[in-house]
Nanobody, 125 residues
Framework: VQLQASGGGLVQSGGSLRLSCTASSRTFITYAATWFRQAPGKEREFVATIDRGGSSTYYADSVKGRFTISRDNAKNTVYLQMNSLKPEDTAVYYC???????????????????WGQGTQVTVSS
């Protein structure tokens, strides 16, 4: 599965962005999908995940209530709506699909095999 992330940019604190992750293969709809992020000098961290049907989601505490993950399987696309952005949200954001195609929600980066190229999000104060 090849993943293409887009939608990043520069936004002021308190602003919003919507990231998109589009897959090249229809098999993507059989995977849970997840967003991670990596800030300079830091490890890649879990942000949000959604099951293959789009009915179950899970968020990192740092983004809960501000970010919303969703998917449109007809378009092979997963979204991350980011509201009330903070400077500490600045990072490269990656979408990913797991190694195991069982629909379970996973939060550890080493459980993921397929990665998008990343899209930069910069939040100015």
């Amino acid at each position: 599965v090849q993943l293409q992330a887009s939608g990043g940019g520069l936004v002021q604190s308190g602003g919003s962005l919507r990231l998109s992750c589009t897959a090249s293969s229809r098999t993507f709809i059989t995977y849970a999908a997840t967003w991670f992020r990596q800030a300079p000098g830091k490890e890649r961290e879990f942000v949000a995940t959604i099951d293959r049907g789009g009915s179950s989601t899970y968020y990192a505490d740092s983004v809960k209530g501000r970010f919303t993950i969703s998917r449109d399987n007809a378009k092979n696309t997963v979204y991350l709506q980011m509201n009330s952005l903070k400077p500490e949200d600045t990072a490269v954001y990656y979408c990913a699909a797991p190694r195991v195609r069982d629909g379970a929600l996973r939060t550890k980066a080493d459980e993921y095999e397929f990665w998008g190229q990343g899209t930069q999000v910069t939040v100015s104060s």
